[in-house]
């Protein structure tokens, strides 16, 4: 059997971000002295003239971007999760919701799989950041696949959106002929009728694992891929409730404000359910190997079993 292609979804930003320049020469890419990191250096290649370094200065990066976006640019700020979502926040609030501009933010480096950089680095709160700001569209993709499609759509998209893509390359599940990327719309990679797991970033092929792990107790799990955070595809969420009775969250972020939090607030307003969240339980990382912390906070397969097990 071959080996499974893995790819960061950080590289797949910077190649995207090249891709969809070639169709879009009004597209500009904002980098805060990251371009190595974030892989926009890729774009800077590519495009040097509408690339803009500007320097350790995440809060300034966004009011260019503003600027930029109201004579009629896309821009791209980018930067480490940590930076783009926590320390530019009342900018992002002010400057870009608040107008309802077109920038696109472009974070890397988010969750616990950034790994040795440690719990100053390891964002995990980014998602119920960025919620929380009125019309911004969240989108954390799974693969290098979705990770294209989803900054394709967001340009194609008028209105701020936030895209969280991480260090850690992570396994390639939707290279198929008939994948589709629609914002807010749900994907179900595999029918079950025992439980439903909804997954989101890394977490979706850790998830699609553990179902094939849950399969050999007896346990047969739905399998839902939620790309698009906000806004959230409630329709899917609601019928996969339905016919399960019982749903599972895993995401790489606190536990509080994400995926699990926005799918809960669907169910409790429309479907009472009982439901389990898989993440970080209000607690910062650690320094370590990235596969490590995530075995260690059981968000890979083999702890996601674990917990779905004793859920069911």
Request: some cysteine; aromatic content about 6%; overall charge negative.
């Amino acid at each position: 059997m071959s080996e499974v292609k893995k790819i960061a979804t950080r590289d797949s930003y910077g190649n995207a971000l090249v891709e969809v320049g070639k169709d879009y020469d009004n597209l500009v890419v904002l980098d805060a002295d990251l371009a190595a990191a974030t892989k926009t250096g890729t774009f800077k290649k590519a495009y040097p003239e509408r690339h803009i370094d500007c320097g350790i200065a995440e809060c300034n990066m966004v009011g260019i971007a503003a600027g930029l976006a109201a004579t009629g640019k896309i821009p791209f700020v980018s930067s480490f999760a940590m930076f783009a979502a926590g320390r530019a926040f009342e900018q992002v609030r002010n400057s870009v919701g608040y107008p309802k501009l077109n920038v696109k933010i472009g974070a890397t480096h988010a969750g616990i799989s950034v790994g040795e950089d440690g719990a100053s680095h390891q964002c995990n709160e980014d998602i119920a950041l960025m919620r929380t700001i009125p019309g911004m569209v969240v989108i954390n993709p799974s693969d290098d696949v979705e990770a294209k499609a989803a900054v394709r759509a967001a340009v194609e998209h008028d209105g701020p959106v936030y895209l969280r893509f991480g260090r850690l390359a992570t396994p390639v599940i939707n290279d198929r002929p008939d994948y589709k990327f629609e914002l807010g719309k749900g994907v179900v990679l595999k029918e079950g009728k025992d439980v439903t797991i909804i997954a989101t970033g890394l977490c979706v092929a850790e998830s699609l694992a553990a179902a094939d792990m849950l399969a050999k107790d007896g346990i047969d799990a739905k399998v839902i891929n939620i790309h698009t955070i906000k806004p959230l595809d409630e329709e899917l969420v609601i019928a996969a409730a339905k016919e399960t009775g019982k749903v599972v969250t895993v995401e790489e972020h606190s536990v509080i404000g994400g995926l699990g939090s926005a799918v809960c607030d669907c169910l409790s307003e429309n479907l009472p359910t009982k439901v389990l969240k898989i993440g970080m339980n209000d607690m910062f990382g650690e320094s370590g190997a990235a596969v490590k912390l995530i075995h260690k906070y059981g968000l890979d397969a083999e702890g996601i079993c674990a917990k779905v097990k004793d859920f069911v």
